[in-house]
Nanobody, 124 residues
């Protein structure tokens, strides 16, 4: 059974940092690309970035490039999203997802396994 479990969300002030974690089970983690998404209130799902299976290749949406960093620890079956200089506009539910392929991809349709999400709320 495939499971993705996000953690690390919370209520923070603007300008601070937060790191989200995503622990994956039931998959050969190191052979799957991992993506982080978010959905703000009343908005659609936004793909923030992706990391290939080795972690060497990463890709980011322009909206978060330079502020957010995706990494992974394959020994721990865990992906991370480091978020810096948070803004109220970053308030959303954040999801991790795994693709069936080992490369990074910014194509949302390539993600087939999903976590349930973790809430991040940024106050001004």
């Amino acid at each position: 059974q495939v499971q993705l479990l996000e953690s690390g969300g919370g209520l923070v002030q603007a300008g601070t940092s937060l790191r989200l974690s995503c622990v994956v089970s039931g998959l050969n983690f190191g052979s799957k690309g991992m993506g982080w998404f978010r959905q703000a209130p009343g908005q659609g799902l936004e793909l923030l970035g992706s990391a290939g299976g080795s972690g060497a290749n990463t890709m980011y949406a322009n909206s978060v490039k330079g502020r957010f960093t995706i990494s992974r620890d394959n020994a721990k079956n865990t992906a991370y999203l480091e978020m810096n200089n948070l803004e109220p506009e970053d308030t959303a539910v954040y999801y991790c997802a795994a693709s069936r392929d080992p490369w990074a991809t910014m194509a949302s349709r390539e993600y087939h396994y999903w976590g349930r999400g973790t809430q991040v709320t940024v106050t001004s």
